[in-house]
């Protein structure tokens, strides 16, 4: 019969674990997490900062002082397992799959909606079902991706392995094995540098096509502005040319009436 742990051991083992995964500087869980050349981990952009302020090279709870600005890089290890607490402190909202969206290839029954697809399994996981594929050790190692549907999409079709390197030349993507094959001699990255990479070129057309649209409306606004003043000079035009028409019509009737006075006085002297 195994024995319970009591209940105060339990929260103190919880205080302590994520104490654990606290960082020293900003006193919250570790965000890329780096490790110093004396052992002390911080956050990436805690400790940069914190080195920035000092303009002194020492790690903040041994004091060590460095001659150098030490390169640091993001400790995968600890930050995969930081991940790993964060979501058993705050635990994705478990709900069944959506139109549009990808079930869990596991759940029987409700099908919950799936957080990431495995291409070595083959398989799509909500996060209750993904779990052992951050404990188990040989698990850890599989190609986790954000959930897709038709999966086998993503191996090749030549050699039935994951996808994983994008061909310059033909333009394809392409598994290890085609490296060694149709595509030894080809320019390969993987694709996600290919991804980020287009990523990048399309934020960048994104933009030119944003100031285009920007410089067409404001031609556009130029244009329109330009009709409203033709418009208003056209309508002061035509009141000037009525006040004209006007002015002319009174001197005509008035030169008239001038002359008709002046016969009637031209007749009056010869009577």
């Excluded at 390169?71 to 994705?92: A, D, S, V, W, Y």
């Excluded at 594929?133 to 999966?151: A, F, G, N, S, Y």
């Excluded at 067409?216 to 003043?229: A, M, N, T």
Aim: some cysteine; overall charge positive; proline content about 4%.
């Amino acid at each position: 019969m195994q024995s319970r742990a009591p209940a105060g051991t339990a929260s103190l083992s919880s205080l302590l674990s994520e104490k654990q995964f606290q960082c020293s500087i900003c006193l919250d869980i570790f965000t890329s997490p780096v490790t110093t050349p004396c052992g002390h981990n911080f956050c990436m952009a805690c400790i940069g900062g914190y080195w920035d302020r000092k303009c002194l090279y020492e790690c903040p709870l041994c004091l060590k002082q460095f001659k150098r600005k030490p390169k640091l890089h993001i400790n995968t290890g600890l930050r995969q397992i930081t991940e790993q607490f964060k979501r058993k402190l705050n635990p994705p909202e478990e709900r069944s799959a959506q139109p549009g969206e990808v079930p869990c290839d596991i759940c029987t029954g409700r099908k919950l909606r799936a957080v990431k697809s495995c291409l070595v399994c083959m398989a799509s996981y909500c996060q209750t079902h993904l779990e052992p594929h951050e404990r188990v050790k040989t698990l850890t190692r599989h190609k986790l991706i954000e959930p897709v549907r038709d999966i086998e999409d993503r191996l090749c079709k030549k050699h039935q392995r994951v996808l994983e390197l994008f061909c310059k030349e033909d333009l394809i993507c392409i598994c290890h094995f085609c490296t060694e094959t149709d595509h030894k001699t080809h320019s390969t990255v993987t694709l996600e540098e290919e991804c980020r990479k287009k990523k990048a070129q399309l934020g960048e057309t994104e933009a030119e096509v944003q100031q285009k649209v920007q410089a067409r409306l404001k031609k556009v606004e130029e244009i329109r502005q330009s009709v409203e003043l033709r418009k208003l000079g056209a309508q002061r035009e035509a009141e000037d040319s009525e006040q004209v028409f006007r002015a002319l019509v009174c001197s005509i009737e008035r030169s008239q009436a001038e002359l008709l006075e002046l016969i009637e006085e031209s007749g009056g002297e010869a009577g």
